[in-house]
């Protein structure tokens, strides 16, 4: 059984920052993992992706810089850092992990998913 369970969401300042957490069960190969979020009235989003194989990361172009993807050494929890942190930031925070194979991360073709923060700033 597979569990993505999310954290560290909430109310934050502008230029505040905040660090989401999402620890992963019952899944063992990760090759990659994500955040996504959704803000009301609009699409989910890609935010932040991290290739466990080559420790590869990317980023939305909206949060480069800002933002920083990582896992810890145990490979069961995956972050999300986030400075300097604007308004346009408010959104339900997902992590994702399973990306299909052949797919990009960005179109968000991931098995599983947790069930969301809500980060508000």
């Known amino acids: 059984h597979v569990q993505l369970v999310e954290s560290g969401g909430g109310s934050v300042q502008a230029g505040g920052s905040r660090r989401l957490s999402c620890i992963v069960s019952?899944?063992?190969?990760?090759?990659?993992t994500g955040w996504f979020r959704q803000a009301p009235g609009k699409e989910r989003e890609g935010v932040a992706a991290?290739?466990?194989?080559?420790?590869?990361?990317y980023y939305a172009d909206s949060v480069k810089g800002r933002f920083t993807i990582s896992q810890d050494d145990t490979e069961n929890t995956l972050y999300l850092r986030m400075n300097s942190l604007k308004p346009e930031d408010t959104a339900m925070y997902y992590c994702a992990a399973d990306l299909s194979l052949g797919s990009s991360w960005y179109l968000g073709d991931f098995g599983y998913w947790g069930q969301g923060t809500q980060v508000t700033v």
């Open positions: 019952g899944y063992s190969y990760r090759s990659c």
């Open positions: 991290l290739y466990t194989g080559g420790g590869s990361t």
